[in-house]
């Protein structure tokens, strides 16, 4: 079991991989869209300049879908919600299937919050 100084450093920390491995998963979608453009536009096929903006629009509405709320977890933990503590856990389930990245930080995120010291650091008062 972790003290409230370690409980709270495990909680930032979980927090912010939360939400800069989600930044990056939203980023790639914005890649891939500016990618599947620029295919269209250098083929200079009218049919694939109109095609690929669209599916590269689909992928970064698909990959914003997916990366928001694990951007709202480590939002919610920093700001010690108890909305936050459940969103993670939700959102660490589903990373377990994001190998390897994903499943590390899936792990870690069950490590971190399933401890009762992190139940109870997350229902304390905010420390600012």
Known sequence: MLDEKQIHLHVTLLAWLHIAVNA?????????????????????DPEAAAI?????????ILFTVLGLP?????????????WGRILALIVGF???????????LGAYTFFVLLQQSAADYIAGPPQD
Request: no cysteine; glycine share 18%; charged share 10%.
């Open 24 to 44: 990056a998963f939203m980023l790639l979608g914005l890649i891939g869209f500016v990618f599947f453009t620029g295919i269209g536009i250098l083929s200079r």
């Open 52 to 60: 690929l903006p669209f599916i590269g629009l689909m992928g970064i």
């Open 70 to 82: 694990g951007i709202l977890a480590g939002i919610g933990l920093l700001r010690r919600k108890a």
């Open 94 to 104: 589903f990373d377990l299937f994001n190998v390897p990245i994903g499943t590390a």
